[in-house]
């Protein structure tokens, strides 16, 4: 069974920077959008950001200026690159992927494939 494998969650101080990865655990997605959303505690989850196969991104209002997705030359692993973290930043942050024709890339029910999650936790 295919799963997103994320990493690069933890702990750390305002004004601070992680990055995460998440990647499929058997093969690469040909064609497909990745997204990075959010929950925090008593929250919905939220989008974040996604980038379409042909490299197109978007973002959050949110996160803009401080947030950056890609993907590896190869295309088989999605990074979020999270700087000037802020505590309102915390919250448990998963990958998605998203096959789905027209994409809409704030929309979770879009994506069809999820990651386990992985915390992010900012400290003022």
């Known amino acids: 069974q295919v799963q997103l494998v994320e990493s690069g969650g933890g702990l750390v101080q305002a004004g601070g920077s992680l990055r995460l990865s998440c990647a499929p655990s058997?093969?690469?997605?040909?064609?497909?959008?990745m997204g990075w959303f959010r929950q925090a505690p008593g929250k919905e989850r939220e989008f974040v950001t996604a980038?379409?196969?042909?490299?197109?991104?978007y973002y959050a209002d949110s996160v803009k200026g401080r947030f950056t997705i890609s993907r590896d030359a190869a295309k088989t692993t999605v990074y979020l690159q999270m700087n000037t973290l802020k505590p309102e930043d915390t919250a448990v942050y998963y990958c998605?992927?998203?096959?789905?024709?027209?994409?809409?890339?704030?929309?979770?029910?879009?994506?069809?494939?999820w990651g386990q999650g992985t915390q992010v936790t900012v400290s003022s």
């Open positions: 980038i379409r196969w042909g490299g197109s991104t």
């Open positions: 998605a992927s998203n096959r789905r024709s027209p994409f809409y890339p704030t929309d979770p029910t879009g994506y069809d494939l």
């Open positions: 058997v093969r690469t997605f040909s064609g497909t959008a």
